[in-house]
């Protein structure tokens, strides 16, 4: 069965990086679109990026993110990464993997705190 798994989360100061990991398992990673999510504390989820199919690799992300965040995947560990640079307080969140494969799948999530 399809299962998301993220990991990376943690607590970092303003200004900081993080990694997040999504090991996928139960389908092909690397045929199908894989995204990032979050959701803060009285707020809706919300898209934050996306990695297209096959090795194209092509990416998309939210306004709030561009130039700060990186979504990649390595295919052959079946896993994609987000790379979180110049952390702020509001990305502040649970971070979320999902995937659509004939309905959309999402991990558990992973707590990110940015604070001082």
């Known amino acids: 069965q399809v299962q998301l798994v993220e990991s990376g989360g943690g607590l970092v100061q303003p200004g900081g990086s993080l990694r997040l990991s999504c090991a996928a398992s139960?389908?092909?990673?690397?045929?199908?679109?894989m995204s990032w999510y979050r959701q803060a504390p009285g707020k809706e989820r919300e898209l934050v990026a996306t990695i297209n199919n096959y090795s194209r690799g092509l990416s998309s992300y939210t306004d709030s993110v561009k130039g700060r965040f990186t979504i990649s995947r390595d295919n052959a560990k079946n896993t994609v990464y987000l790379q979180m640079n110049s952390l702020k307080p509001e990305d502040t969140a649970v971070y979320y993997c999902?995937?659509?494969?004939?309905?959309?799948?999402w991990g558990q999530g992973t707590q990110v705190t940015v604070s001082s």
């Open positions: 139960g389908f092909v990673a690397s045929r199908y679109a």
């Open positions: 999902s995937v659509n494969v004939v309905r959309r799948y």
